[in-house]
T-cell receptor
């Protein structure tokens, strides 16, 4: 059973540009969540999608957006990149309608560097 | 609002010593609590969840609702336990999984 796949693994972008990251959850998983991981702040919740609908949203500016497709694959987009957006972006999938009893399975992440 | 606090950024112990990684939470309802671990150059992975009352790799964690804590314990640390440990909380069904900032455990011989 394939795990959670995130592409690309590494990205270097310039300030002001935009970027799209992709996540393919484990087959059959319907919930996908995105997190930003930095050394200083740890794991910060961005948003969660379930059945193509954004179910939860963290405290990030509107430059951060996402979507989920009918096959549960998800993308997140960051527009007008800032230096502070440099981080490891993690995607996690869960099989059910909530995290109870399941927990999440994480991907390896996309390392975004903004220069 | 949900909040998870891990007061220690770094915990250094010697091999064979007991380990306790602290986690305190803030949530008005009945939370679901988890511990995740990230070994060097590996993915973040689920270590244990309080509803399972399980022991994984010798680690246990007990939910103390009175003290709003979910500390992770192991009686005898091993060098392979060295990793970053995250405590996480989920509220009622359908709410997000929120993480603490993590504690780095370093076990030396």
């Amino acid at each position: 059973k394939a795990g959670v796949t995130q592409t690309p693994r590494y990205l270097i972008k310039t300030r002001g540009q935009q970027v799209t990251l992709s996540c393919s959850p484990i087959s059959g998983h319907r919930s996908v969540s995105w997190y930003q991981q930095t050394p200083g702040q740890g794991l910060q919740f961005l948003f969660e999608y379930f059945s193509e609908t954004q179910r939860n949203k963290g405290n990030f500016p509107g430059r951060f957006s996402g979507r989920q497709f009918s096959n549960s694959r998800s993308e997140m987009n960051v527009s007008t990149l800032e230096l502070g957006d440099s981080a490891l972006y993690l995607c996690a999938s869960s099989p059910g309608s909530n995290t109870l009893n399941y927990g999440y399975t994480f991907g390896s992440g996309t390392r975004l560097t903004v220069v | 609002a949900q909040r998870v606090t891990q007061p220690e950024k770094l915990l250094s112990v010697f091999k064979g010593a007991p380990v306790e990684l602290k986690c305190n939470y803030s949530y008005s309802g009945s939370p679901e609590l988890f511990w995740y671990v990230q070994y060097s150059r590996q993915r973040l992975q689920l270590l244990l969840r309080h509803i399972s009352r399980e022991s994984i790799k010798g680690f246990t964690a007990d939910l103390n609702k009175g003290e709003t804590s979910f500390h992770l314990k192991k009686p005898f640390a091993q060098e392979e336990d060295s990793a970053m440990y995250y405590c996480a909380l989920s509220g009622q069904a359908g709410t997000a999984l929120i993480f603490g900032k993590g504690t780095t455990l370093s076990v030396s011989s």
